[in-house]
Every structure is written in structure tokens, then in C-alpha cells.
């Protein structure tokens, strides 16, 4: 058998030499177990043919000499391999103790005389049992952990009631062996004392080992019973005066066996999936159901005063224990509350808390009270918190979570209440809070999102959308006042605002169900239409490329920004529908103005459900084919985090367009956190500045924004990549970025984002040639300039008709 699995195991992998050894000796071992079984059957059929008078083979001395090899394969257990070393060292010390105990009784056992009590052989017998009290204590110490009071009472009870057992029926024949000096008294009650005590660990220990399937303690556990069973049957033996033949002679070898095999039989490895199951009541249940009977039946006869004493500690123990498990259900119980409407990260309410509170209050609440109870119920919706998972991971994000606890919670009341409700979405409960009360704490929560969050080294922030609504005065009950604070709280991140509160007339129209419905229809109806802002060459002064910025005119709410309503479309799953229209647009326009002689570029943005469409290259392809345009003349935006979020699919897809002729840029460049490495792996040809670092950089050649965007620009050069700034709105930043070697300017400064029809001033930059003032005289130049900034303004902002 170890042979086969040799073989099989070298066409799968190489085994090291020293583990075929280790293959081969285990087998060898085993072997010897099984021709030690053999004998041990032998030594039975010896017995029962033979009686008193075995074959010679199988004599006192073989026996002997049988249990001396199972403690010496016991010990070398011990000495070969570390795990479990102590208890076989302990264990096989015990059991060459009691094969020296039958060499010694063997050879005074020689010829007629009786050996006398005690003898040498009784010290070596009785110092088995503490050397395997040790081992077993041991053993189950490594085995449990950790094991708690009640299942310690488990275990006790199930020892001391067998042991009250075992005395009743036991104590009888060992009182009418006591006789003697009192030396002898003591060794014949030691050795049933002994195995009371070791009936009680084997009892006690398979309670708490049970749930638990350990081969190795049940091979332990059968050996210790059978060597109680073979002193118990010696013991009634010899209280009636005939030496024991059988089961007493035949327990003792058989158990050193077993116990000898315990110490080298491999646990099953613990399924780490698999919940434990935990340990059953029924052997101290018998156990206490045995003592009891012990103790009934004292009373109508007599009975041993150990038995009487055991069984009636049985039942105190029985008692103490009963009274734990009551104790233990009422904590459980209010445990299992407090989890039910606990948030287990955060430790605040959960939505069953919600639910109860709300039910709670309206309940209670009396219209025709003389001062009825109000409740205010701020929603609220962290923003850009989706960011931090992409980019640090869900642990950061727990990490936040963790921390708006306490930060939201100071900014309240000692008789709020804040709830998570689920994901990045928080409630706060005003009980008797007015309108004017709840835009208060609105602005504090605010106020206190305002501080970043220390994720280590790392600071990150966000922000939050409240939405407020009141009761009874907006709803009058638990779902339909949640459903009116999410209303207002949609409606304040579509407006960019920190918070609004319920009304009617508005909100009626403003649920994400119809919002959903209404984008449908608008990328249907092609009401997305596609703005242009131009991108300066600092080089030639020339506008040579334009970058496509998508918006969506909303019949009511007005005009609507790409980045408040494509977080929603992605979620609703309609980005593959926008995606080709914008692609289709402004390829098209592209094409068109390439066909009057304007040889621009046109930029797209695309997100990372773009990226992971395994369509989304043929989709390009086939559309760059269909207008004629050719693909240098199209530039792909991603953000870091869009390639961050499966970088190794975003990898192959970049490749791909680089294949194919199009440019691919990063947005956003240094607001994520793409490294040198990912950066040089990936096929770009542009990166493009995030605007945190143009904004507020002025012509000074110091501060740590400007060492920034200088490194940045020379590591893209070096790199062999294009360089865009964007967010330019003065002329001192134009200039700064052209001495820095930028290649491409973009912002305000130079336009706003304009319909096609609008960029006419796009001839007008690119006939200028020879600008010595260049780029001051880009915009004194350009009379279109002058209002742009109230203008752009006006188009960035969110309009809400009231």
C-alpha cells in the first residue's frame, strides 16, 4: 500500500527522498501494529481453548514482553516527531511502567508461592496511572483551546457520575479485599481509586472532545476503559477467591495496544469551512440519570459511602451547572438582541433598529395630543466613498466607516439617534425635531465630514448628500418617510448641495424609478447632447484637439452634469447604450470638422465598465471604420482608478487600442494611485494632470504643487508621453505651464465647454503664427473670451427649476 502511494505521488509531483523514507517506516510501523494485532488474537485463542494453562508461546513472559514493545513503539513516537511529543513521551513512559510491573509480577509469581501485597510489581503498576493522567490532560489541552466553565461542569459531571457508578458496584469487593496491614489496605484501594479517576477523564474527557472527530482520542479513550475493565474484572476475581482467566488477562495487552496506536494515528485535517458542532449533553445527562439512581437506591440498600459521596457531587454539580445555563441564556438572549439591531462594523443601530424606532413612534403618536410628537429624518449618502474602495480596497473603507461613527455622533444630541443603514448610507433620528432643528445638524454633520480621514499615512475625504423629512408633516409612516428623505437626498446630490429637505411639489417628480425611466428615454431620444472645450498646443499656439464632455438637459431638474447622473446610469446598467452614442457623436463631428480642413483630435471619456465590455475594441473599431475617420485622431480617457479595478483586463484592452492606432490617455493623473510600474506596463501615449494640481498653482518657482507637476511633466516626457494640464483659468498658470515644457493646455481660460456650432474661434487661434507674447496674446486675442467665465459658470452649474 505505502509502495502504491509512492508511485502515485511521483507522477504527480517530485517527493523528496526523506519523505519516502517517512512513507516507507510509517508502513513498516503499521505492520508491526497489525502483526501485534495478530498475536494479541493468538494470545485470545490461547485463552479461551487453554484456560489457565496458555500455549507455551503465549505464556506470562510473551505477555509482558507484548505490552513492553507497545510502550517502546510508543516512546519512539515521541522521540521521532514534535507535534504531540509530550503525550507520547508521557503516555509510553506510563505504559513501559506497567510492562515492568509484569516482568516483576511474573518473576515473583514463579513457583508456588503467592506474591505478597504489596510487591515491587505494584509500584511500577501504580505508576502508570498518574504518568496517563498527565498524558490525557495534555492531550486534550491541545486539542481544546479554549473551553468554557459550563462545558468544564459537562465534563465533570459526566466523570464524577461514572465514577459514583463504577463505586457502587466495585467499593463492595474492594472492602472484602481490605483486610491485611496497612500497607496492603492501601495498594488494594489505590488501584480502583486509580481507575475511578481514569474512568472519570476518559467519561469527562469524550464529553468535551465531542463534536470534535478526533480519531486519535477515541483510540486513547477505548484503550484507558478497557484497562478499567480489566482491573474491575481482576478486582471481582479476586473478591471471590478464583484468579481472573480471560477478560482481566487479555484486557491489559489488548489496551497498551491501543493505546501505543493512539499516539501514531494522523488526525483528520479540520475542515476549516465546516462549523463545529457543539458537544452534546447526553453522556452527562446518563451520567447525572446514574447517580441518581445510586443515590434512590442507597436509600433502600446499602451502598458503598464513596458511591453515595460521588453521586450526590454529581448532582451539586448538576445544579451549579443548571443554574450556569440559565445565566448563560439570559446573556445569550440580550446578546443576540443587541446583534440584531447592531451594526457589527460600526457598532451604531442597523435598519432593524430603524424599523423598530419608527414603528415605535408611530405607534405611539396621538394626532390630538395637546403637544404632539414630531420626528425629523435625515438620510444620509456619502459621495465619492465608492472611490476609496476602488483605490485602497474595502478594509480602507471599513476603516472610514469606523471613524464616521464617533465623528457623526458628536455632532449630535444626547437623545439622537444615528443608524447605518447599509453600505455608505446613514440615518439620524431627531425625536421632537423641527425643520430649523434638522438643517442645524445637517450643517454640523457637514461640518464634520470636512476633516479627512487618516487611513495610516494616507488622508482621504468625503462628503455626504442629506436628504430631510419630517413627520407627521411629510409622512405618516415608517416606509413613506424613509422614501421622502431619500427623495430630498437625491435630489441634493443631483444639485450639488449638502443637504435639502422634503417638498412635495418638487420631489414628487424626483424619484431615481421615474429619474431611470427618463434617462431611458433621453438616450433613446438622443437628448444627451455632447459640449466641446479645446485644448491648446503651448507649442504652436494652435487648438489641435477638443475633448468631448457629455450633458444631459433635463426637462425639469435642467441641466444635469456627467457626474451625477453617470454613477446612476452605471449602476442601472446603461452605460454600454451612452458610451456608443457619445463614441458615435463624437466621432462623427470629428469626422465632420476633419472634412472642412480642421485637423483636430477629439477626446472621449470612458469608464471601467467600458474597459471590461469584451465588445467595447470592436465597438471602436467599427465605428472609426464606418465615419472613415482614422484612430490617431481619436484619444481615449480612463481615470487610474477605472484601470486600477482590474488592471491586468485593463492592460490587454489598452493594448489593444494601442494596436489599433488610438491613443489612450489617463485622467486625472496623480489623484489615484497608479505607480511607475503600472504606468510603464500600460500602452499610453498621453497622460493628462488632475486638476487639484493646476488649481491655485501661480508663477512662483516654488511650493510643493509646482515641484509636482514639474516632475510629473518631465517623467512623461521621459516616459515618451503627451502632457495635458486642464483647469487653467488665469494667464500666470498658462505661462508657468509653457515654461514647464507642458505640451497641451485645457480650461476656462482658453473656452468653456461649447456645442460644435460655438467653437468658431477655433480658425481665429490657429492662423496666428509668429507670437512673440505667446500665450498672453492667445487670449487678449481672442474676443470671444471676455465673458467666458460667468458663462461657464452658468453652464457647469445645476439648474433646478422651482
Known amino acids: 500500500m505505502g509502495g502504491l502511494r509512492g508511485t502515485v505521488m511521483r507522477r504527480a509531483w517530485p517527493v523528496p527522498a526523506r519523505s519516502r523514507v517517512n512513507v516507507r517506516a510509517e508502513a513498516v510501523l503499521w505492520a508491526a501494529y497489525g502483526l501485534m494485532g495478530v498475536l494479541l488474537a493468538g494470545y485470545l485463542a490461547s485463552l479461551i481453548v487453554q484456560g489457565d494453562h496458555p500455549w507455551p ?24 516527531r514534535r507535534p504531540g511529543r509530550a503525550v507520547s513521551l508521557t503516555l509510553g513512559f506510563g505504559l513501559l511502567l506497567w510492562s515492568i510491573g509484569d516482568f516483576v509480577l511474573t518473576s515473583e509469581s514463579q513457583g508456588v508461592a503467592e506474591p505478597s501485597t504489596p510487591s515491587l510489581a505494584d509500584v511500577f503498576y501504580l ?21 468554557a466553565t459550563p462545558n468544564w461542569l459537562d465534563g465533570a459531571v459526566a466523570g464524577v457520575g461514572a465514577a459514583a457508578v463504577c463505586a457502587a458496584f466495585a467499593f463492595h469487593s474492594v472492602l472484602h479485599l481490605a483486610g491485611g496491614s496497612s500497607a496492603a489496605v492501601v495498594t488494594n484501594l489505590a488501584y480502583p481509586i486509580a481507575d475511578l479517576l481514569l474512568l472519570g477523564l476518559v467519561v469527562g474527557g469524550s464529553t468535551l472532545m465531542s463534536g470534535r472527530r478526533r480519531a486519535p482520542w477515541m483510540l486513547m479513550a477505548a484503550g484507558m ?121 460600526t457598532g451604531l443601530g442597523n435598519r432593524r433598529c430603524l424599523s423598530t424606532v419608527l414603528d415605535a413612534f408611530f405607534a405611539d403618536y396621538d394626532p390630538t395630543a395637546a403637544q404632539p410628537r414630531s420626528l425629523a429624518f435625515l438620510f444620509v449618502d456619502l459621495d465619492r466613498f465608492k472611490e476609496i474602495n476602488d483605490t485602497y480596497g474595502h478594509p480602507a473603507g471599513d476603516q472610514v466607516l469606523k471613524q464616521l461613527g464617533p465623528r457623526l455622533s458628536a455632532c449630535l444630541r444626547q437623545g439622537d439617534m444615528l443608524i447605518r443603514l447599509g453600505g455608505d448610507e446613514f440615518v439620524v433620528l431627531l425625536v421632537d425635531g423641527d425643520a430649523e432643528y434638522a438643517a442645524a445638524v445637517a450643517q454640523r454633520l457637514t ?107 433635463h426637462p425639469r431638474l435642467g441641466v444635469v452634469p456627467p457626474l451625477e ?71 481615449l480617457e480612463i ?7 482590474d488592471f491586468d483586463r485593463s492592460q490587454q484592452v489598452i493594448q489593444e487600442l494601442w494596436d489599433l492606432g488610438i491613443v489612450v490617455s489617463i485622467d486625472d493623473f ?23 494640481f493646476i488649481t491655485g498653482l501661480t508663477a512662483t518657482n516654488s511650493g510643493r504643487d509646482l515641484d509636482l507637476v514639474r516632475a510629473t511633466i518631465d517623467l512623461g516626457h521621459a516616459l515618451g508621453l503627451r502632457i495635458v494640464a486642464e483647469g487653467i483659468e488665469d494667464d500666470a498658470t498658462l505661462q508657468l505651464l509653457s515654461d514647464l515644457g507642458c505640451d497641451l493646455a485645457q480650461g476656462y481660460l482658453i473656452s468653456i465647454p461649447k456645442p460644435p ?46
Open 57 to 80: 508461546m503465549f505464556n506470562d513472559w510473551s505477555a509482558a514482553g507484548f505490552e513492553g514493545v507497545g510502550g517502546v513503539l510508543c516512546l519512539v513516537r515521541g522521540f521521532t
Open 127 to 147: 505508576g502508570f496511572f498518574p504518568l496517563t493522567y498527565v498524558a490525557v490532560l495534555i492531550f486534550m489541552r491541545g486539542e481544546i483551546r479554549k473551553v
Open 225 to 345: 476503559a478497557i484497562n478499567v475493565v480489566g482491573d474491575t474484572a481482576n478486582l471481582f476475581n479476586s473478591s471471590l477467591g478464583r484468579p481472573g482467566v480471560i477478560l482481566d488477562a487479555i484486557a491489559w495487552p489488548a489496551s497498551i495496544l491501543v493505546l501505543s496506536m493512539a499516539v501514531w494515528l494522523r488526525p483528520r485535517p479540520a475542515n476549516p469551512l465546516a462549523i463545529q458542532k457543539p458537544g452534546t449533553f447526553l453522556i452527562p445527562g446518563l451520567s447525572a440519570a446514574c447517580a441518581l439512581t445510586v443515590l434512590l437506591v442507597g436509600n433502600l440498600h446499602a451502598t458503598s459511602r464513596i458511591a453515595v459521596g460521588l453521586a450526590t457531587a454529581t448532582l451539586v454539580l448538576v445544579g451549579i451547572r443548571l443554574i450556569l445555563s440559565v445565566r448563560a441564556m439570559r446573556a445569550l438572549s440580550q446578546e443576540r438582541r443587541h446583534q440584531s439591531v447592531t451594526d457589527e462594523l
Open 447 to 553: 461640518d464634520g465630514l470636512a476633516k479627512p480621514f487618516a487611513l495610516g499615512r494616507t488622508r482621504v475625504s468625503v462628503s455626504a448628500s442629506i436628504g430631510i423629512a419630517l413627520a407627521p408633516s411629510d409622512a405618516t409612516d415608517a416606509a413613506s418617510l424613509m422614501w421622502c428623505a431619500d427623495i430630498a437626498m437625491y435630489r441634493a446630490k443631483l444639485g450639488g448641495f449638502p443637504f435639502t429637505s422634503y417638498e412635495p411639489d418638487l420631489d414628487k417628480i424626483g424619484n431615481r424609478l421615474l429619474l431611470l425611466d427618463e434617462l431611458r428615454t433621453a438616450i433613446d431620444e438622443h437628448q444627451l447632447v455632447l459640449h466641446y472645450q479645446p485644448q491648446l498646443d503651448l507649442r504652436t499656439g494652435e487648438i489641435v484637439a477638443v475633448e468631448s464632455l457629455l450633458r444631459w438637459a
Open 565 to 635: 447622473f453617470l454613477p446612476f446610469a452605471e449602476e442601472a446598467g446603461l452605460m454600454g447604450s451612452i458610451t456608443t452614442l457619445v463614441l458615435t457623436d463624437a466621432i462623427a463631428q470629428c469626422a465632420a470638422w476633419r472634412s472642412e480642413g480642421k485637423q483636430l483630435t477629439v477626446s472621449v471619456n470612458i469608464s471601467a465598465t467600458n474597459l471590461l465590455d469584451p465588445r467595447f475594441t470592436g465597438l471602436v473599431r467599427d465605428l472609426l471604420e464606418s465615419h472613415n475617420l482614422p484612430a490617431a485622431a481619436l484619444v
Open 639 to 645: 481615470t487610474e482608478t477605472s484601470v486600477i479595478s
Open 670 to 692: 496623480g489623484a489615484g494611485f497608479t505607480s511607475l510600474a503600472h504606468l510603464s506596463s500600460l500602452a499610453v501615449k498621453e497622460l493628462k494632470l488632475d486638476r487639484t
Open 757 to 802: 456650432s460655438h467653437l468658431a474661434f477655433v480658425d481665429r487661434l490657429k492662423t496666428r503664427h509668429d507670437r512673440p507674447n505667446f500665450p498672453h496674446d492667445v487670449v487678449r486675442s481672442n474676443d470671444l473670451m471676455q465673458d467666458q467665465r460667468s458663462e461657464a459658470r452658468v453652464d457647469a452649474a445645476v439648474v433646478i427649476d422651482r
